[in-house]
């Protein structure tokens, strides 16, 4: 049997940033790979090259080494930044910011499919109408400014309008964190669902290895620009290797997070 390519791939990935004369890797010698499906968290503190990195893998950001295969194409090639397009959608931490200030919660979830004009114009706000109740947004908010909702309904419209796109790869960038400890669980809970009813594939960026134990299937520690430790979710969580692993484990968050939040709900 011919063997099956992962869906996005990282080999060798650098970044360095310069700043007068100062540099920083941001993120040193990296390499990956995320097959069809799956859910690989990218897990470390802040600063240590978790954006960088997915940026690079998004094309918004132009790597100094290193190779990135997604969906059977090599995107790091000549000296350009390509286009990625709508088969990678990106959630990130603060969902307000991502909106247009003067969009509705049904134009805010439209907003990527026009652009990549996936719909016929009709067909369009229907799909759109559909994807908000499969997120689980009332339709009496359609009409209301999508910034003067919720934190986690606003969550929740910026993963419709990623959805609507119909992505291979979905990039969720600390797309928990801003959330209160209830909500991120019921934000999970959706990804979770997405996972199972879509087969969606993540890429789960996080400082927080508890949670994303929950959601994910790999883990990846990172630390100062490097990969530590990887392997699977039940492993790392339970048997983690590296010291640093086992440090961010024992973290005063680590056991805040733990204690106070309820994992029945995921
Ligand atoms: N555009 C930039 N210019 C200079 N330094 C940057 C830039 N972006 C990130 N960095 C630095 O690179 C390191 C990694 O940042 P980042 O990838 O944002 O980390 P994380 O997402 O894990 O918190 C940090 O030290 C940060 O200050
Ligand atoms: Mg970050």
Known sequence: MPKKIPLLTVNHLQKTFREGKKERRAVDDISFSIEEGECLGLIGESGCGKSTTV??????????AGEIYFNGKKMTQGHRLRPVG?????VFQNPKDSFNPRYTLLEGVMEGARHYRIYEKKELKAAAKKMIGYVGLKESLLDMPVRSLSGGECQRAAIARALLC???LMICDEATSALDVSVQAQIIHLMRRLKKEKQMTFLFISHDLALSATICDKIAVMKKGKIVECGSAEEVLHHPRDPY????????????VNSITDRSVL
């Open 86 to 90: 709508r088969e990678l959608q990106m």
């Open 245 to 256: 692993t086992q440090l961010l484990l024992k973290s005063v968050l680590y056991a805040e």
């Open 55 to 64: 940026n690079m893998i998004a094309r918004l950001l132009k790597e100094d």
């Open 166 to 168: 119909s992505p291979k």
